[in-house]
């Protein structure tokens, strides 16, 4: 890391410490619980909202995070709802579009009850934008 850089104005700055992985373990208060259970390696439950209210929720294992509550989880299995679709499936397939099978993790429906559908699906990682959680609970 680079130190004693000069910066406009002639104050002296550092660039040591300005990391993200830094300013994780110098948090208190609540983000100072998320680093205490992603040092622990313990399973939270991550509620996720949408403009209405809940969408659904993930549980995993925290890797990182940071002031805006971006979360980057391990070892993923996301639980949420949707309207269900009525849209008649297209027929054929386009010859110049070639499908990859393996690309998304499939997501599977568990339930329909009326308008929405319940979905699960399982990702090995994941990124949650901030603007995007609810409520974080530890889980064991």
Request: some cysteine.
């Amino acid at each position: 890391p680079v130190t004693g850089r000069k910066a406009t104005g002639g104050r002296e700055w550092s660039i040591e410490g300005r990391n993200v992985l830094a300013k994780m373990q110098r948090t208190f208060g609540p983000l100072g619980m998320l680093h205490g259970y992603m040092e622990n390696r313990t399973r939270v439950k991550v509620y996720t909202r949408n403009a209405r209210g809940i969408r659904g929720h993930v549980e995993a294992y925290v890797a990182a995070f940071d002031k805006h509550w971006n979360l980057a989880l391990e070892d993923c299995f996301e639980v949420w709802t949707r309207k269900v679709k009525r849209k008649a499936p297209a027929l054929g397939t386009p010859s110049d579009v070639k499908t990859k099978e393996d690309a998304a993790p499939k997501a599977v429906v568990r339930k329909i009850e009326g308008k929405k559908e319940t979905l699960e699906r399982h990702v090995p990682q994941m990124l949650l934008r901030g603007e995007q959680v609810a409520i974080i609970i530890k889980i064991n």
